[in-house]
């Protein structure tokens, strides 16, 4: 994790966010779907889009639709290749740990400073 100092804090992040491949139900169709799961990070839930239908959630609540035509061929198309270049589940899982390994340091040693 990597923390810039500004004045009355820090602003930090975890760089960049990995993909990963899951088959989950697709609250929309009603049936097992292929689905990309987006890390959200530590303070915010993950992204799922279903590559059957192109709708996406966030914390359990679905992302408003697009008023355009094409958006649901368009969003699926984007699912798909995030689907080709996702990483493995133990990736993933190891991207998590070392994000909260990396915070847990961090507020040590701002509790330590302090």
Same mark, same amino acid.
């Given at each position: 994790?990597? /923390?810039?100092?500004?004045?009355?804090?820090?602003? /930090?992040? *975890?760089?960049?966010?990995?993909?990963?491949? @899951?088959?989950?139900?697709?609250?929309?169709?009603? &049936?097992? %779907? %292929?689905?990309?799961? #987006?890390?959200?990070?530590? $303070?915010?839930?993950?992204?799922?889009? /279903?590559?059957? /239908?192109?709708? !996406? $959630?966030?914390?359990?609540?679905?992302? !408003? %639709?697009?008023? +355009?035509?094409?958006?649901?061929? #368009?969003?699926?198309?984007? !699912?798909? *290749? =995030? $689907?080709? %270049?996702?990483?493995?589940? *133990?990736?993933?899982? @190891?991207?998590?740990?070392?994000?909260? +390994? *990396?915070?847990? &340091?961090?507020? =040590?040693?701002?509790?330590?400073?302090?």
């Amino acid at each position: 994790m990597t /923390c810039t100092p500004i004045p009355g804090g820090y602003i /930090c992040g *975890a760089g960049p966010h990995p993909t990963t491949r @899951r088959i989950l139900p697709c609250p929309t169709e009603g &049936r097992r %779907r %292929r689905m990309v799961q #987006k890390y959200g990070g530590l $303070w915010y839930g993950d992204d799922l889009t /279903c590559l059957g /239908c192109g709708d !996406a $959630w966030a914390d359990g609540e679905r992302y !408003a %639709r697009p008023f +355009a035509r094409g958006w649901r061929q #368009k969003q699926i198309a984007r !699912a798909r *290749a =995030d $689907w080709d %270049r996702a990483v493995t589940r *133990a990736e993933y899982d @190891r991207h998590f740990q070392a994000d909260l +390994a *990396a915070h847990v &340091r961090f507020v =040590d040693q701002t509790e330590a400073a302090s």
